[in-house]
């Protein structure tokens, strides 16, 4: 209490006390009383001393982060969730006017359009994603994921999930922590020789407690599901739902898993316009048909229109705002805190500027891209490009015959390039979709996005070249 620290609050030691005074307390020891001794730092945390000009600060700041080399001066194929595609100026200039510039969604009596911008944004999204109704963001695509699986528990009132493990593992991590106590999970793994989560191998899981499938398409080496119809009737027939992971931007270039039997679809919307910000800006999103089974279970909020007290009036308002833990508390069906609302309303200005037929483009020239890039890659001696076969997009994996991954990208940024992520960093290699029994620390998942010129492809080749000499 002997110093007034310049950024923090009511620091004074005089305005400490009075607080103290005023709730009856004489020290801060006496107020932290109830705190084991055993929990307690007895000594000052190891930081440097604190700025005291705003100058300084700056200064230091701008020497810590001029260490980053971004991506645009270098060139990038890293990928793994987090994407390189462009933002239009427009996103920005949206993003950050001031009714708008918050996470929360906030309340009526504070709404300057966000509600009706909020309404666009799951219109446009409920049309690509080819269903009736989308949540307000949450936090980001791992949080939708295991929000969904636990909503197909609620709905089917059923103990087990089947899980597909050609997801990142972090992604895994989530769902294992989130369903812990709740579901049940057992993992179904996709043939070596494809990379695809086959509809027998699930058949094998499927019985009378399972709740839901879950399938992410692309993978997370960039496979697109081909057997999704059947899984999904393969997981109807057995009482059980399909739950579908997908980033919407690929829904320019394959179908919507709503069109071949998914019922619930989620996953990040950080593709749409949202940007890199040294790791993504993120929002998860939730859809589902209009079923009232379904939309009780939403525990994030959900916007609609209704009449207003004067006719012939529309209003944007909260859809069944009773089930939320807002209204409900501790009777809520799941905790819901702050949302990524502004992500929404940017992603929403990224659809209605793009269209359906610049979606469309935007789909089929990532995929040409990465379909040049593997056929490039694959001609390289030392590289093995896996499941050359299956459709990729946007994604696929390598392994290198000789280097580890990690050995290979401290190489590339000699070229001022990020290679691939690093597989044994995104993949556990009990659950994940293999390298066909060679090392994931020798191998990379490779990101092509629409970014990503011929030339600058060609780039790449000729580092690679150089390496594998």
Known sequence: ??????????????????????????????????????????RPLNIPEGFTSEAKLVRHMSGLLGNNKPTTRALSFLGAGAYPHYVPAVCDEVNQRAEF???????????????????????????????????????????????ALRMAGRITQRSKIVCSTAVVSAKLRRIESFLQGALEIVWVEPRKETGLIHTDDV????DDTTAAVYLETPNVAGIVEANGENIAQAAHSAGALLVCGLDPLSLGFTESPASW??????????????????????GGFIATHDDERFIYEFPSRLFGLAPTRKDGEIGFVD?????????????GVEWVGTAAALWGITAGVYLALMGPHGMRELGDTIA???????????????ITVHHVNSPHWREFMITYDNHTAAEVNAKMLDDDIYGGAEAGDLLTSER??????????????????????????????????????
């Open 319 to 331: 859809v069944a705002y009773e089930r939320t833990s807002l209204a409900m508390r501790d009777q």
């Open 101 to 147: 510039l918050t996470a929360y969604a906030g309340e009526a009596y504070e709404d300057h359009g966000k509600w009706q911008a909020l309404f666009e944004y799951t219109s446009l999204m409920a049309e690509l994603l080819e269903m009736d109704v989308v949540n307000v963001p949450t936090y980001d695509g791992y949080q939708a994921t295991a929000t």
């Open 203 to 206: 058949i094998e899981l499927l």
């Open 1 to 42: 209490m002997s110093r007034t620290h310049p950024y923090v609050p009511n620091a004074s030691p005089q305005t400490k006390q009075k607080m103290l005074d005023s709730i009856g307390v004489e020290t801060v020891e006496q107020l932290f009383s109830s705190i084991p001794q055993k929990l307690r730092l007895e």
């Open 261 to 282: 039997g998914a019922d619930i679809l989620c996953g990040d919307i950080q593709s749409l316009g949202l940007g890199l910000h040294y790791g993504g800006a993120h």
């Open 368 to 382: 040409s891209r990465t379909r040049y890039a593997i056929d490039r890659l694959a001609a390289i001696p030392g």
């Open 432 to 469: 994940s979709v293999g390298a066909d029994g060679h090392s994931l620390e020798a191998s990379s998942i490779v990101c092509v996005t629409e970014l990503h010129s011929t030339d600058d492809i060609d780039e790449l080749v000729v580092a690679f070249e150089r390496i594998m000499a």
